[in-house]
């Protein structure tokens, strides 16, 4: 297998001029595909500019995937969360405290109609070859990193809802512990929303391409995080995924852990039949010596990675989160690209 699709995130939804212009600079830098990050308040506000934006990627030639970028903050990502601003309930409580956190509860009837409205809409109106499902997760109500955060003890969520439905399903109150069926439930319950979205944006777009990103972690006997898509198996054969993917890793962790990454994010899609992807931290950080994104770029092709991708354009350029060097790191992750990109 070789890499045969190459693509960046990006955060520009707002005028489809300059968007084609960034467009022609992805694809300069050998980019076959883009990822529009759409956060709630674009969902919102920014309907007519996501609509002509994909379009124009599509015309240029750019298959185009749509990133539920932060929603409800059950997502990754940085936007805040208009679902939050707009409910006062409906939230992740914590089993420990009992405390509510920043972070719908997206097994609620009231947030997986919001989230489902919005992919109906997504589905029908903008003409795009995708979905991407960005690390879904459980909040961690430690705060832990979402990159590489350890295991915490406390964990959600055990808001009223759940535990109603945890009640229903076993017959007694949901415990305060991570039980085998507690670990069972919340599996359950964080992958039927995604299958259930899944499938309703199939029945509208039925060529629609649904890519799944969990989060590149240990997942070992040992050590599981406890985000609720921790069994990748489980993740890869479900109808929430026809590609396999994991999340970027940091430049910080010793290089066995990407190749170890990458090979069972491979073997877990094949196994699967299904696609996979991985990802290049184009963002934050960056190497010492920027050559060292080809070379990973590389080794991923070597090991049998099918789609590659970097967040973000431009290395995250004029944020916060910009990388030191950020548009050289761009220009780094476009020569990667051409270095392992079979046209
Ligand atoms: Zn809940």
Redesign the pocket.
Known sequence: MAVTETGVSYYGISYVEHARRDFQEMIDHNCTAVLLALSEFDLDFRKPAIKEIAQAGREMGLTVYLDTWGIGKWFGGEPPSLFLTNNVGNR??SAFSDEPLPAA?F??TAFREYFFEQCDWLAKEVDADGFFWDEPHFALPKGYASITGGAGDDW????P??RKQFEAQYGYDMPRQLTMEVKRFRHDRALDILETVSRRIKAIRENSKIICCVHATLGTYYVTENRGYDNWDKVARSDACDVFSSTILSYQLPRDFFRSITKRTIEVAKRNGVGNQRWIMGYYQQPENLDEIVDLAKLYADLGTESLFAWTYRGGHGTVLAAPRALELWDAVGRAYGEVLKR
Do not use: K
Request: charged share 10%; with cysteine.
């Open positions: 992740q409580v509860c097994n609620t959600a969520c055990r808001c809802f759940c």
